[in-house]
């Protein structure tokens, strides 16, 4: 099943200045604006690599990376290691930690069911990920992927083994992160034991696995690498599915430029399928939502202005089974699944080359901005959803299928920079 490996990982010095300035979260959720904050703190920031602009972006970032391993801004460690990588945070109101792994994984066709997604995917994204790798072969960043353990043998390694004092430990604000470096070769043994029998769940960068696969077969078709070199594994962090820490936050779905929409019409041809229930006072959207959610029913608030909004609730699951029989009931009880077949294909015409294109939906993970954006007339309305469970996100790529884009938001986002993954192939 799924193969791991330790790997010499690229850590910046201390001569780079401090990891804090030196790291940022994911580049597809920074702006311009903040990219250029980061920079102006220090310009070795890793948003200069991951996130290159310019006239010739990616052949900066390799120059770039180039010219920091010759200087020692950038350094490979000289053993093979695992890093274990935890984020101290707070969600809904609580403190959580969530803790796993980083190494590198054997890239596997998803056809093989070792690997397996949950997301479709967007080819514009997969293109900038591919051309930056040409020119770097470096990972800046890790692919976030959950594994069953119901032992949980591995996390009680790993809580083992980062009982000392963190290698790297900083708060950015929002989040505290620390990382061990794990060498001891037995240790690293054993943990690879582990997953020999184990699949692996992509939560989080299936734009970046996808673009690996398609880099390792042109590394391979260019004659720089043979099956097994560095181009066959890719970085990865690896998190227990049933760990506490794990958090999923929903992404609502906003609609814009439809002609002619009517949203008591449409409520009213919901009502063949859904209770409708309305409701005055946008603070009251939230715990109503909570309770459906504890209660596991399918439902979803719809507002479109105003102090008041209606909830929506399937009142038969069986229901997606005429509208969808040949999917699994994953995937068909899925409340993303249930809102875009039922109502915004059915009843507002949005199909999905629609969706794809996002021609009138579009996406916010943030809730007071759903509400705002219909407040201040950029949206005709917000449909806002209550979290992806995870087991449903297992349960589905164990089906061989996929959810809509934007079903899952896992918070807090890894942060890059803390550890590369340099891919040593002679060109």
């Known amino acids: 099943m799924a193969e791991i490996q330790s790997f010499r990982g690229l850590r910046y010095t201390a ?26 703190e220090n310009p070795c920031n890793v948003i200069r690599l ?6 010739d972006p990616y052949g900066e970032a390799g120059r770039t990376l180039q ?122 043994g054993a943990i690879q034991e582990d997953f020999r029998d184990r699949k692996l769940y992509i939560a989080d960068g299936h734009h970046r696995y996808e673009t690996a696969l398609n880099f390792r077969n042109w590394c391979r078709e260019q004659g720089l690498s043979q099956p097994g070199d560095d181009p066959d594994y890719v970085m ?10 794990l958090v ?35 603070d009251r959207i939230q715990p109503v939502l909570d309770q459906e959610y504890a ?20 009142r038969d699951l069986s229901a997606m089974d005429y509208f969808l029989p040949g999917m699994s009931e994953a995937s068909r009880h899925l409340d993303v699944t249930i809102l875009h077949t039922l109502i915004l ?6 199909d999905k080359e629609n969706m794809a294109k996002q021609i009138n939906l579009s996406y916010t993970r943030d809730f007071d901005e759903a509400i705002a954006s219909v407040r201040r007339g950029e949206n005709q309305c917000a449909f806002l959803l209550n979290p992806t469970r995870v087991t449903e996100i297992r349960d589905v790529a164990a089906a061989g299928e996929k959810m809509p884009q934007k079903s899952t938001y896992f918070y807090p986002k890894l942060i890059t920079g803390l550890v590369m993954n340099k891919m040593n192939v002679e060109r």
């Open 236 to 245: 990865m962090m690896l998190v227990d599915m049933e760990h506490d820490g």
């Open 15 to 40: 001569k780079a200045g401090e990891p804090r300035a030196l790291t940022c979260p994911p580049y597809d959720i920074i702006s311009e604006e903040q990219r250029q904050a980061y920079l102006a």
């Open 67 to 188: 010219s920091w391993m010759e200087d020692g801004i950038l350094k490979q460690d000289t053993e093979p290691a695992l890093y274990i990588y935890e984020e101290e945070f707070t969600a809904y109101g609580q403190k959580k930690k969530v803790k796993g792994l980083i190494c590198r994984v054997k890239l596997e066709e998803f056809s093989k069911g070792i690997v397996l997604p949950h997301e479709e995917t967007l080819s514009k994204a997969k293109e900038d990920r591919f051309r930056l790798m040409q020119s770097t072969f470096c990972n800046f960043s890790q692919i976030y992927s959950l594994y069953m353990d119901e032992e949980h043998t591995t996390l009680s390694r790993i809580d083992l083994l980062s009982r000392d004092t963190p290698r790297y430990e900083f708060d950015d604000g929002e989040v505290i992160h620390r990382l061990w470096v794990v060498n001891d070769k037995a240790v690293i």
């Open 295 to 314: 209660d596991e029913h399918a439902a979803f608030a719809f507002y479109c202005g105003g102090k008041e909004w209606d909830l929506l609730v399937l």
């Open 345 to 350: 294909e059915k009843r507002l015409g949005i």
């Open 248 to 282: 999923v936050f929903p992404t609502h779905r906003l609609i814009h430029g439809l002609p002619n929409f009517d949203s008591m019409a449409l409520l009213s041809a919901c009502e063949d399928l859904f209770t409708v229930t309305h409701y005055e006072g946008l």
């Open 50 to 55: 991951e996130l290159p602009k310019g006239e």
